[in-house]
């Protein structure tokens, strides 16, 4: 059974780079199928911030786009993401899933969520 | 705001439907799947409904989802109270190269 778990800082301080790592456990990244990232601030809805497949093309939210980096490390068996110049806005739980197509939002299992706090 | 859009809140009591409305464009609803979420207090997002009225296994039928045109449904049957929580439907955008939309989420509440 496919496992994901976030890890990463609690807390970033403005203008600074938030970098998040999942790692999947019970499946090997290598196998295939795509992994995405999802965030949701405070109170708020859920926002897809983009969906990398373990060769390594990605597909980003064009909202994030100019910020945004994900990479697959299939020695660690783990993928991230790297958001440049953070504020406040950017504050959320940010949850890692697998998904078995690029174009779609069919996502699970998801990892359990991480809050991120962007604050001085 | 999102280009997909719920109502923000609905409610019910115990044994009734209750519908959940999801309206969106031909960039998405109209010409993709339309795929439903939900969401406990304190917990990730679970797939409900895939491929507008799929169900994964181990989701009670009680639960269906539809689609017409760039809107969509999701019901919930024989209400109970475990039902309390956030639903969010979710289509892909086949504007800007593409990418997921999720809808705004609406806060479901037992009566």
């Known amino acids: 059974q496919v496992h994901l778990q976030e890890s990463g800082p609690g807390l970033v301080k403005p203008s600074e780079t938030l970098s998040l790592t999942c790692d999947v456990s019970?499946?090997?990244?290598?196998?295939?199928?795509?992994w995405g990232w999802m965030r949701q601030p405070p109170g708020k809805g859920l926002e897809w911030i983009g969906s990398?497949?373990?060769?390594?093309?990605?597909y980003y939210n064009p909202s994030l786009q100019s910020r945004l980096t994900m990479s697959v490390d299939t020695s660690k068996n783990q993928f991230s993401l790297k958001l440049d110049s953070v504020t406040a806005a950017d504050t959320a739980t940010y949850y890692c899933?697998?998904?078995?197509?690029?174009?779609?939002?069919?996502?699970?299992?998801w990892g359990q969520g991480t809050l991120v706090t962007v604050s001085s | 705001q999102s280009v997909v859009t719920q109502p923000p809140s609905a409610s019910g009591t115990p044994g009734q439907r209750v519908n959940i409305s999801c309206s969106g464009s031909?960039?998405?609803?109209?010409?993709?799947?339309v795929y439903w979420y939900r969401q406990l207090p304190g917990t990730a997002p679970k797939l409900l409904i895939y491929?507008?009225?799929q169900r994964p296994s181990g989701v009670p039928d009680r639960f269906s989802g539809s689609k017409s045109g760039t809107s969509a449904s999701l019901a919930i049957s024989g209400l109970r109270s475990e039902d309390e929580a956030d639903y969010y439907c979710?289509?892909?955008?086949?504007?800007?190269?593409?990418?997921?939309?999720f809808g705004g989420g609406t806060r479901l509440t037992v009566l």
């Open positions: 899933a697998t998904t078995p197509y690029t174009d779609s939002p069919w996502f699970g299992p």
């Open positions: 019970g499946y090997s990244i290598n196998t295939g199928s795509y």
């Open positions: 990398i497949h373990h060769l390594g093309t990605t």
């Open positions: 031909s960039y998405n609803i109209g010409s993709n799947y």
């Open positions: 491929r507008n009225n």
């Open positions: 979710a289509s892909w955008d086949d504007s800007l190269s593409g990418h997921v939309v």
